[in-house]
């Protein structure tokens, strides 16, 4: 059965925006859900698109860059990420956040997939890149992140830190198992 053949079993009565800044926009429903009892649903609607490059260089690297993360109280290691205006084609803020972080960029681009982030509260669509033919050139962060680290290791070591539980960003999981696996063919 085709996702386009179930019918909505949920019926919006009212929704209401409580919060929004340049980023997201949050909005509380009320709703009947799918057995028809009345409840509230809160969406998270993202105002851009997520990117995330996996870069992979012909000796079988590929760069992380690591931040503390201020929603996870956290330092953590991921992919080159960040957003897309939603009038941006993907392939370009890709290039763009790929050459500010790392300093790196690509000849040869491929789009591998397109995922949703956590679709039980937010819209959010993410765009994952893999990044071939390389050339390294200076960054140029963002004020946020000025403390950023970059790391250059084998593909390998960064999935295994995705299967140990060290990397826990899901575009970067997605991205980095992909590449892994169409490596692997």
Not at 40 to 53: E, L, P, T
Not at 118 to 141: H, K, M
């Amino acid at each position: 059965m085709s996702q386009n053949e179930i019918k909505n079993p949920w019926t919006t009565l009212s929704g209401e925006e409580k919060y929004e800044n340049p980023w997201i926009k949050v909005t509380e429903y009320q709703v009947l859900n799918p057995s028809g009892g009345k409840g509230i649903y809160g969406k998270v609607h993202f105002k851009n698109k997520a990117i995330g490059i996996v870069p992979v260089d012909a000796e079988g690297n590929t760069w992380l860059v690591g931040q503390y993360r201020y929603t996870l109280n956290a330092f953590h290691w991921e992919i080159p990420e960040g957003g897309s205006p939603s009038h941006e084609q993907a392939e370009f803020s890709a290039r763009r956040e790929l050459q500010e972080e790392t300093g790196l960029t690509a000849k040869k681009w491929t789009e591998l997939t397109q995922i949703h982030t956590s679709n039980s509260v937010t819209d959010e669509v993410g765009y994952i890149f893999l990044a071939e033919d390389l050339s390294q050139g200076d960054s140029a962060r963002e004020a946020s992140e000025a403390d950023m680290k970059v790391w250059k290791l084998p593909l390998s070591e960064a999935v295994a830190m995705v299967l140990r539980g060290e990397i826990t960003d899901a575009i970067s999981m997605t991205g980095l198992l992909l590449v892994a696996r169409l490596k692997d063919r």
